[in-house]
């Protein structure tokens, strides 16, 4: 096992934070993180917000469904995309990956809020005061980890195959 493959597998999402503030330098090396993920056609056709206020991150997670938990994480980064940018979803997919791997890398856990086709996504927008070219992808509350919860995952033979799906 490696360094980089031990931070894939033992990153596990994350809804209960520790009051700590995530230091400054995580926060300017993970944005780095998140600027070099891979992009099609190298257009980067992305925007990251980090949002620290807690008025903020609860107004955030007052519009989400899921995401009620941001409103006690001690951050939350914002991933928008360039709506007319072809692939601007798996870009920015790509980046959010980065972001959440980053932060495991620290310590730091989180958790992938879904933003795309969400029925508040232009509210977050609007919100952020974000331009309208962009649309949301994902929010990623961020914070040092409460507890930790381990949820199970399934077998490799359950889920994967060499060559055909019938070789299984």
Known sequence: MNVGTTIIKCR????????????DHIIRDILECARHAPT????????????????LLKKIADL????????DATLCFTVFGERDAKYHLEDCCAATENIILGLQAYGVGSCWVAGDKKPYAEAVRNLLNVPEKYT?????????????????KKNQDEISFFDTYASR
């Open 136 to 152: 949301l992808v994902s929010l990623i509350p961020a914070g040092y980890p409460a507890d930790i919860a381990l949820q199970k």
């Open 40 to 55: 099609a056609m190298n257009l980067q056709p992305w925007l990251f917000g980090v949002i620290r206020e807690k008025s």
């Open 64 to 71: 989400t469904d899921n995401g009620k938990f941001i409103a």
């Open 12 to 23: 596990h999402s994350v809804r209960s934070f520790k009051p700590a503030p995530v230091e």
